[in-house]
Every structure is written in C-alpha cells, then in structure tokens.
Antibody, heavy 125, light 108 residues
Framework: EVQLVDSGGGLVQPGGSLRLSCAAS????????MTWVRQAPGKGLEWVAT????????YYVDSVKGRFTISRDNTKNSLYLQMNSLRAEDTAVYYC??????????????????WGQGTLVTVSS | DIQMTQSPSSLSASVGDRVTITCRAS??????LNWYQQKPGKAPKLLIY???SLQSGVPSRFSGSGSGTDFTLTISSLQPEDFATYYC??????????FGQGTKLEIK
C-alpha cells in the first residue's frame, strides 16, 4: 500500500519558521509531481504549492509566495515545505499529496491520488 | 484565477436518498474537474476524476457529470458511511489548483 507520512508541525510564534516533511514509501516518488494542501480549522481545502519531478518547477498560491518554499529529495523519497515569516492565518493542517497524471483522448488530467495524514501547524503567540 | 462554487454548502438527507451536489467554475474548464470526500479528522479521498471517471475502489453509487462550467456529483442511494464533506477541484490551471468551499452532507 502506498503511504505518505506528514511530520514537522507544531506551535510557532508569528514571524517564525517551520519545516514540514512528507515521507513516501512504496511508491515511485521521483516520477511524480507532488503538492501541499492545507486546511484551516473548520474551513475548506486550499492548495498551497506544487513541485515537479526534479524540483526545477515550483508553483505557489499567492498568499504564500516569497514566504514558503517547496522542495524534495528524491534519494530520500521526501517532500518538504519550508515556511518562513509565518502568520496567524497560516494556522492549518497541512497535507502532502501525490499528483497523478491521466491522459485520455488528447486531454491531460491531474488529480491528488494519495494523501498524507496531515500535520497541524499553529501560529500563535 | 478560476473560482469554484459549490451548492449547497450543507445538506441534510436520509439513508437511501439520492443526493446531488453542484459545482460551478468561474470559466470553462472542460472536464478538468475532480471530486473528493473528507471525513472528520481524515485526509481527503479521491472519488471522481476527469468529471466522470470513478476512482478504483469507489462504490458505483457515486457518479459525476458535467463539462464546461457546471458539474454534479450524485450519490444514488446514501449509505451511512457517505455522510462527510465533499469538495470539487479544478485542474484546468494545473499545476495550480482550486477547490470549492465544500458541501457538508449530514444525516437528517
């Protein structure tokens, strides 16, 4: 069974930093785009960042640009999210997910097939 | 940016009911639309991809339809385990994505 394990969450003061990790097992990690999604308490899902297979292409939601960095180490089957200048509004459960690519009749479809269990980040003084 | 709007935001239904949830995109997204189910304290689970393709292992009572800007998720006969929150997601603007705000399905 494919497994993604999120870790690294915790309590941090506003303006502080935190690094999240996502460890992948039993899947071909290096062949897939990976992504982070977050969910504030009692709120919906929000896409945060996506990274391509070799780490050369990064995409972010506007609210985290310049503060968060997504990266990966394919030798360790691991995905990371470095979060700097944290704000109260960054408080959320953060999930990593594997992006699956499906090609059908000239169309390329992408969806989040496997998810980690989530790790809670709380930004508060 | 593409905005996704789900309706209703919450829904009460009984076991055995047929339920439909709607998702509307702010611009045409062809069939680049996925549906997820989330239960409290758990990660989301993929149900439907490419608007109407059922993910492996998902019961056939779940179905999706639509293209362009209007999409629906239908549960043909609600089971107790189906009470959860459902999210649509557009992948037209991949590798950037947008989710709908969610529809909470509760027991009547």
């Amino acid at each position: 069974e494919v497994q993604l394990v999120d870790s690294g969450g915790g309590l941090v003061q506003p303006g502080g930093s935190l690094r999240l990790s996502c460890a992948a097992s039993r899947l071909i990690f290096s062949s897939y785009w990976m992504t982070w999604v977050r969910q504030a308490p009692g709120k919906g899902l929000e896409w945060v960042a996506t990274l391509n297979q070799d780490g050369s292409e990064r995409y972010y939601v506007d609210s985290v640009k310049g503060r968060f960095t997504i990266s990966r180490d394919n030798t360790k089957n691991s995905l990371y999210l470095q979060m700097n200048s944290l704000r109260a509004e960054d408080t959320a459960v953060y999930y990593c997910a594997r992006v699956h690519h499906y090609y059908d009749s000239g169309s390329h479809h992408y969806y989040f097939e496997y998810w980690g269990q989530g790790t809670l980040v709380t930004v508060s003084s | 940016d593409i905005q996704m709007t789900q309706s209703p935001s919450s829904l009460s239904a009984s076991v055995g009911d047929r339920v439909t949830i709607t998702c509307r995109a702010s611009q045409s997204i062809s069939t680049y639309l996925n549906w997820y189910q989330q239960k409290p304290g758990k990660a989301p689970k993929l149900l439907i991809y490419a608007a109407s393709s059922l993910q492996s292992g998902v019961p056939s009572r779940f179905s999706g339809s639509g293209s362009g800007t209007d999409f629906t998720l239908t549960i043909s006969s609600l089971q107790p385990e189906d009470f959860a929150t459902y999210y649509c997601q557009q992948s037209y603007s991949t590798p950037m994505y947008t989710f709908g705000q969610g529809t909470k399905l509760e027991i009547k």
